[in-house]
């Protein structure tokens, strides 16, 4: 965690969103990912959370020394204050901090944070430049579906072009939905800010799993609605592009990937196969989409003639667009990743020491530090109350769960 004379040091400047103060009414993932993002890049983030804390403190295992690896992912940079909004006198502390805010995200289920009276329409009612967002899994009008991750992978599609052709529907290795709703919001609500800046006025933005994860089908969206047929899974293999996949080498499996048929002519060459680059059913992209299967044989009986390490030498050396396929340890250790700091050590009052991923921008050359560890439960109740609404001890004791 750096001290602000680092923070200066390292960014040149102060932090992009440095003096926004965001009021987080979320839990899980998609609303704590948004609130991520923004706590990063300099935003106060203000997380309220009931006395029995964010469900995700439970997850695990794995736990660091009884703190939940799951919860430490994606809640640095935020204060954690506790109220419990079934009691009228913390819901009124709740309002006063909506409203003494710029931004407030939830991802309650729909119509929930109406009933507590922190809903758009009442506090946008009271304060009208406030950017309020609501994540959700199927949009603000339909309370009845169930808004989780694995719910919304099945119902985008997503799962259904995802996994090998012989094998079951499969759904990402993230939960990529509850990720995509969680940026798709934070863009929005840089827009709104942005927005706000030149005519004053707020935004209401409604954000659902379903609708970020059709969005994400992109070709594979526009290759149904020019066919008219629901592309199959395929694999690890591009449904358009070939030879564009993973293929076997003698110790292994490593990615390829060719972008046109010059590259394949040098493919081939890479390969020591001028036959293949001689043959005219392989001569253009379509020919080698239409022949794949085959392809591919070629293709992998050649490669098994030598380790993966070998042929990504041989293939980045022939300017082929190769690389290996790494588990998170290796992924981690990559030179790359190293160098762009996407591993970052965070010092935790209770877990101790702690890695981090870092944030997946660089900022005039620069990556962002760790300005707070993720917060213990209500570490910064008084602390918030007191700064941000001028609560003296009694008022703030009012408020200690009983």
Not at 145 to 170: F, K, N, R, V, W
Request: hydrophobic content about 40%.
């Amino acid at each position: 965690m750096a001290d602000s004379s680092e923070l200066r040091a390292l960014t040149g400047r102060q932090l992009p969103l440095a003096g926004l103060r965001i009021l987080d009414l979320t839990h899980a993932l998609a609303g704590p990912y948004c609130t991520l993002l923004l706590g990063d890049l300099g935003a106060d983030v203000l997380k309220v959370e009931p006395p029995q804390g964010d469900q995700s403190r439970r997850w695990g295992p794995p736990f660091i020394n009884g703190e939940s690896a799951y919860f430490l992912s994606v809640n640095r940079n935020k204060r954690s204050l506790v109220l419990d909004l079934r009691r009228d006198v913390c819901r009124r502390a709740a309002r006063d901090l909506a409203l003494a805010s710029d931004v407030v995200v939830e991802n309650f289920r729909p119509g929930t944070a109406a009933k507590l009276g922190l809903g758009a329409e009442d506090l946008r009612s009271a304060k009208p430049q406030l950017i309020y967002a609501s994540i959700s899994g199927f949009g603000q009008d339909q309370p009845a579906l169930a808004g989780y991750d694995q719910i919304a992978q099945g119902t985008s599609g997503l799962m259904s072009i995802t996994g090998q052709p012989e094998g079951p529907p499969t759904k990402a290795g993230v939960p990529i939905g509850d990720i995509a709703a969680g940026m798709f919001a934070a863009h929005a609500i840089l827009a709104a800010l942005w927005e706000r800046e030149r005519t004053g006025a707020g935004r209401t933005i409604d954000v659902a799993l379903n609708d970020g994860l059709l969005a994400l089908l992109t070709y594979q969206a526009g290759r149904y609605f020019a066919t008219g047929v629901a592309p199959p899974r395929e694999g690890n293999h591009h449904p358009t592009i070939a030879p564009y996949g993973t293929f076997a080498a003698r110790d292994g499996h490593l990615n390829v990937a060719i972008g046109s048929d010059e590259q394949f002519r040098r493919f081939c060459d890479a390969l020591e196969a001028p036959d293949l680059a001689a043959a005219s059913r392989f001569a253009s992209n379509a020919g080698r989409q239409a022949a794949r299967a085959e392809l591919t044989i070629e293709i992998e009986r050649r490669l098994t003639r030598r380790t993966v390490g070998e042929w990504l030498a041989r293939l980045t050396a022939a300017g082929i667009p190769a690389g290996p396929i790494h588990d998170l340890a290796a992924a981690f250790a990559d030179p790359v990743a190293r160098r762009r700091q996407m591993r970052v050590e965070v010092e935790h009052p209770i877990a101790g020491r702690i890695s981090q991923v870092g944030a997946p921008w660089k900022l005039d050359g620069s990556s962002l530090p760790v300005r707070l560890p993720p917060p213990r439960l209500g570490e910064h109740t008084e602390e918030v109350l007191a700064q941000v609404l001028g609560y003296g001890a009694a008022q703030i004791a009012s408020l200690q769960p009983d």
